[in-house]
């Protein structure tokens, strides 16, 4: 019985947050990219259709790094997809490796990227990183490359102190590493909340680019 309240109330709030989050939100036509499912989430709530190709799917943050700093470059090139790396589709972008954790097939990842890409808005670009040292550690110096990236806002999550960069956010480590969480899988609250949720008004940050 408690598992079943505890469930309808989680529901009902999610269905309420979502409510005020839609009506307050006033852009609508804009791209976010991230190296991890974020993005997904933001618009799944917002109800808006995916307008970034980085959905659904994870890369390394250093990657993610040299992703944003070439953008065009990058989406310039073909996705070749590899086997034997993980059990769902995994594919390289020159020479990013990508794994489509959420997909079924490869042709179902090629296509979901190359729709998704098509929608891209570059002028009303977000960007949201993060400082995980799998994949390689994360350095201040990448973090600051963002500061060249042209966009409309940008966002990085990590445990640093950097006030020299006024688009980080300092979140709790994990126990276990020396930087944050995934921040796909830090749920820390009853209501099943990310923590990034708790101190992130992704809503505002977005009303930004109008």
């Known amino acids: ?98 794994h489509f954790n959420h997909y079924h097939s490869d042709e179902e990842a090629r296509e979901k990227w190359n729709s998704r890409k098509a929608r891209m808005n570059y002028n009303n670009l977000f960007i949201i990183g993060g400082d995980n040292p799998d994949g390689g550690v994360v350095t201040d110096e990448e973090i600051a490359s963002l500061g060249n990236v042209a966009c409309v ?26 930087c944050i969480n995934v921040y796909m899988f830090d749920k820390t609250s009853v209501l099943n909340r990310y923590r990034w949720e708790k101190t992130f008004d992704y809503v505002s940050w977005l009303n930004k680019g109008l």
């Open 1 to 98: 019985m408690k598992k079943l309240v505890l469930k309808y109330v989680r529901k009902t709030y999610r269905k309420v947050s979502r409510y005020f989050l839609r009506k307050r939100l006033k852009n609508q036509n804009f791209t976010i990219l991230a190296p991890t499912c974020i993005a997904g989430v933001i618009y799944h709530e917002l109800g808006l259709p995916f307008a970034s190709p980085t959905i659904n799917l994870w890369m390394h943050d250093k990657d993610f790094y040299k992703f944003v700093n070439n953008l065009k470059a990058y989406l310039a090139h073909d996705l070749v997809f590899v086997q034997g790396i993980d059990d769902t589709p995994t594919a390289y972008l020159d020479d990013i490796l990508i």
């Open 153 to 178: 806002n940008k966002l990085v999550f990590t445990i640093r102190d950097l006030p020299q960069l006024d688009y980080t956010m300092k979140l709790p480590k994990d126990p276990e590493k020396e």
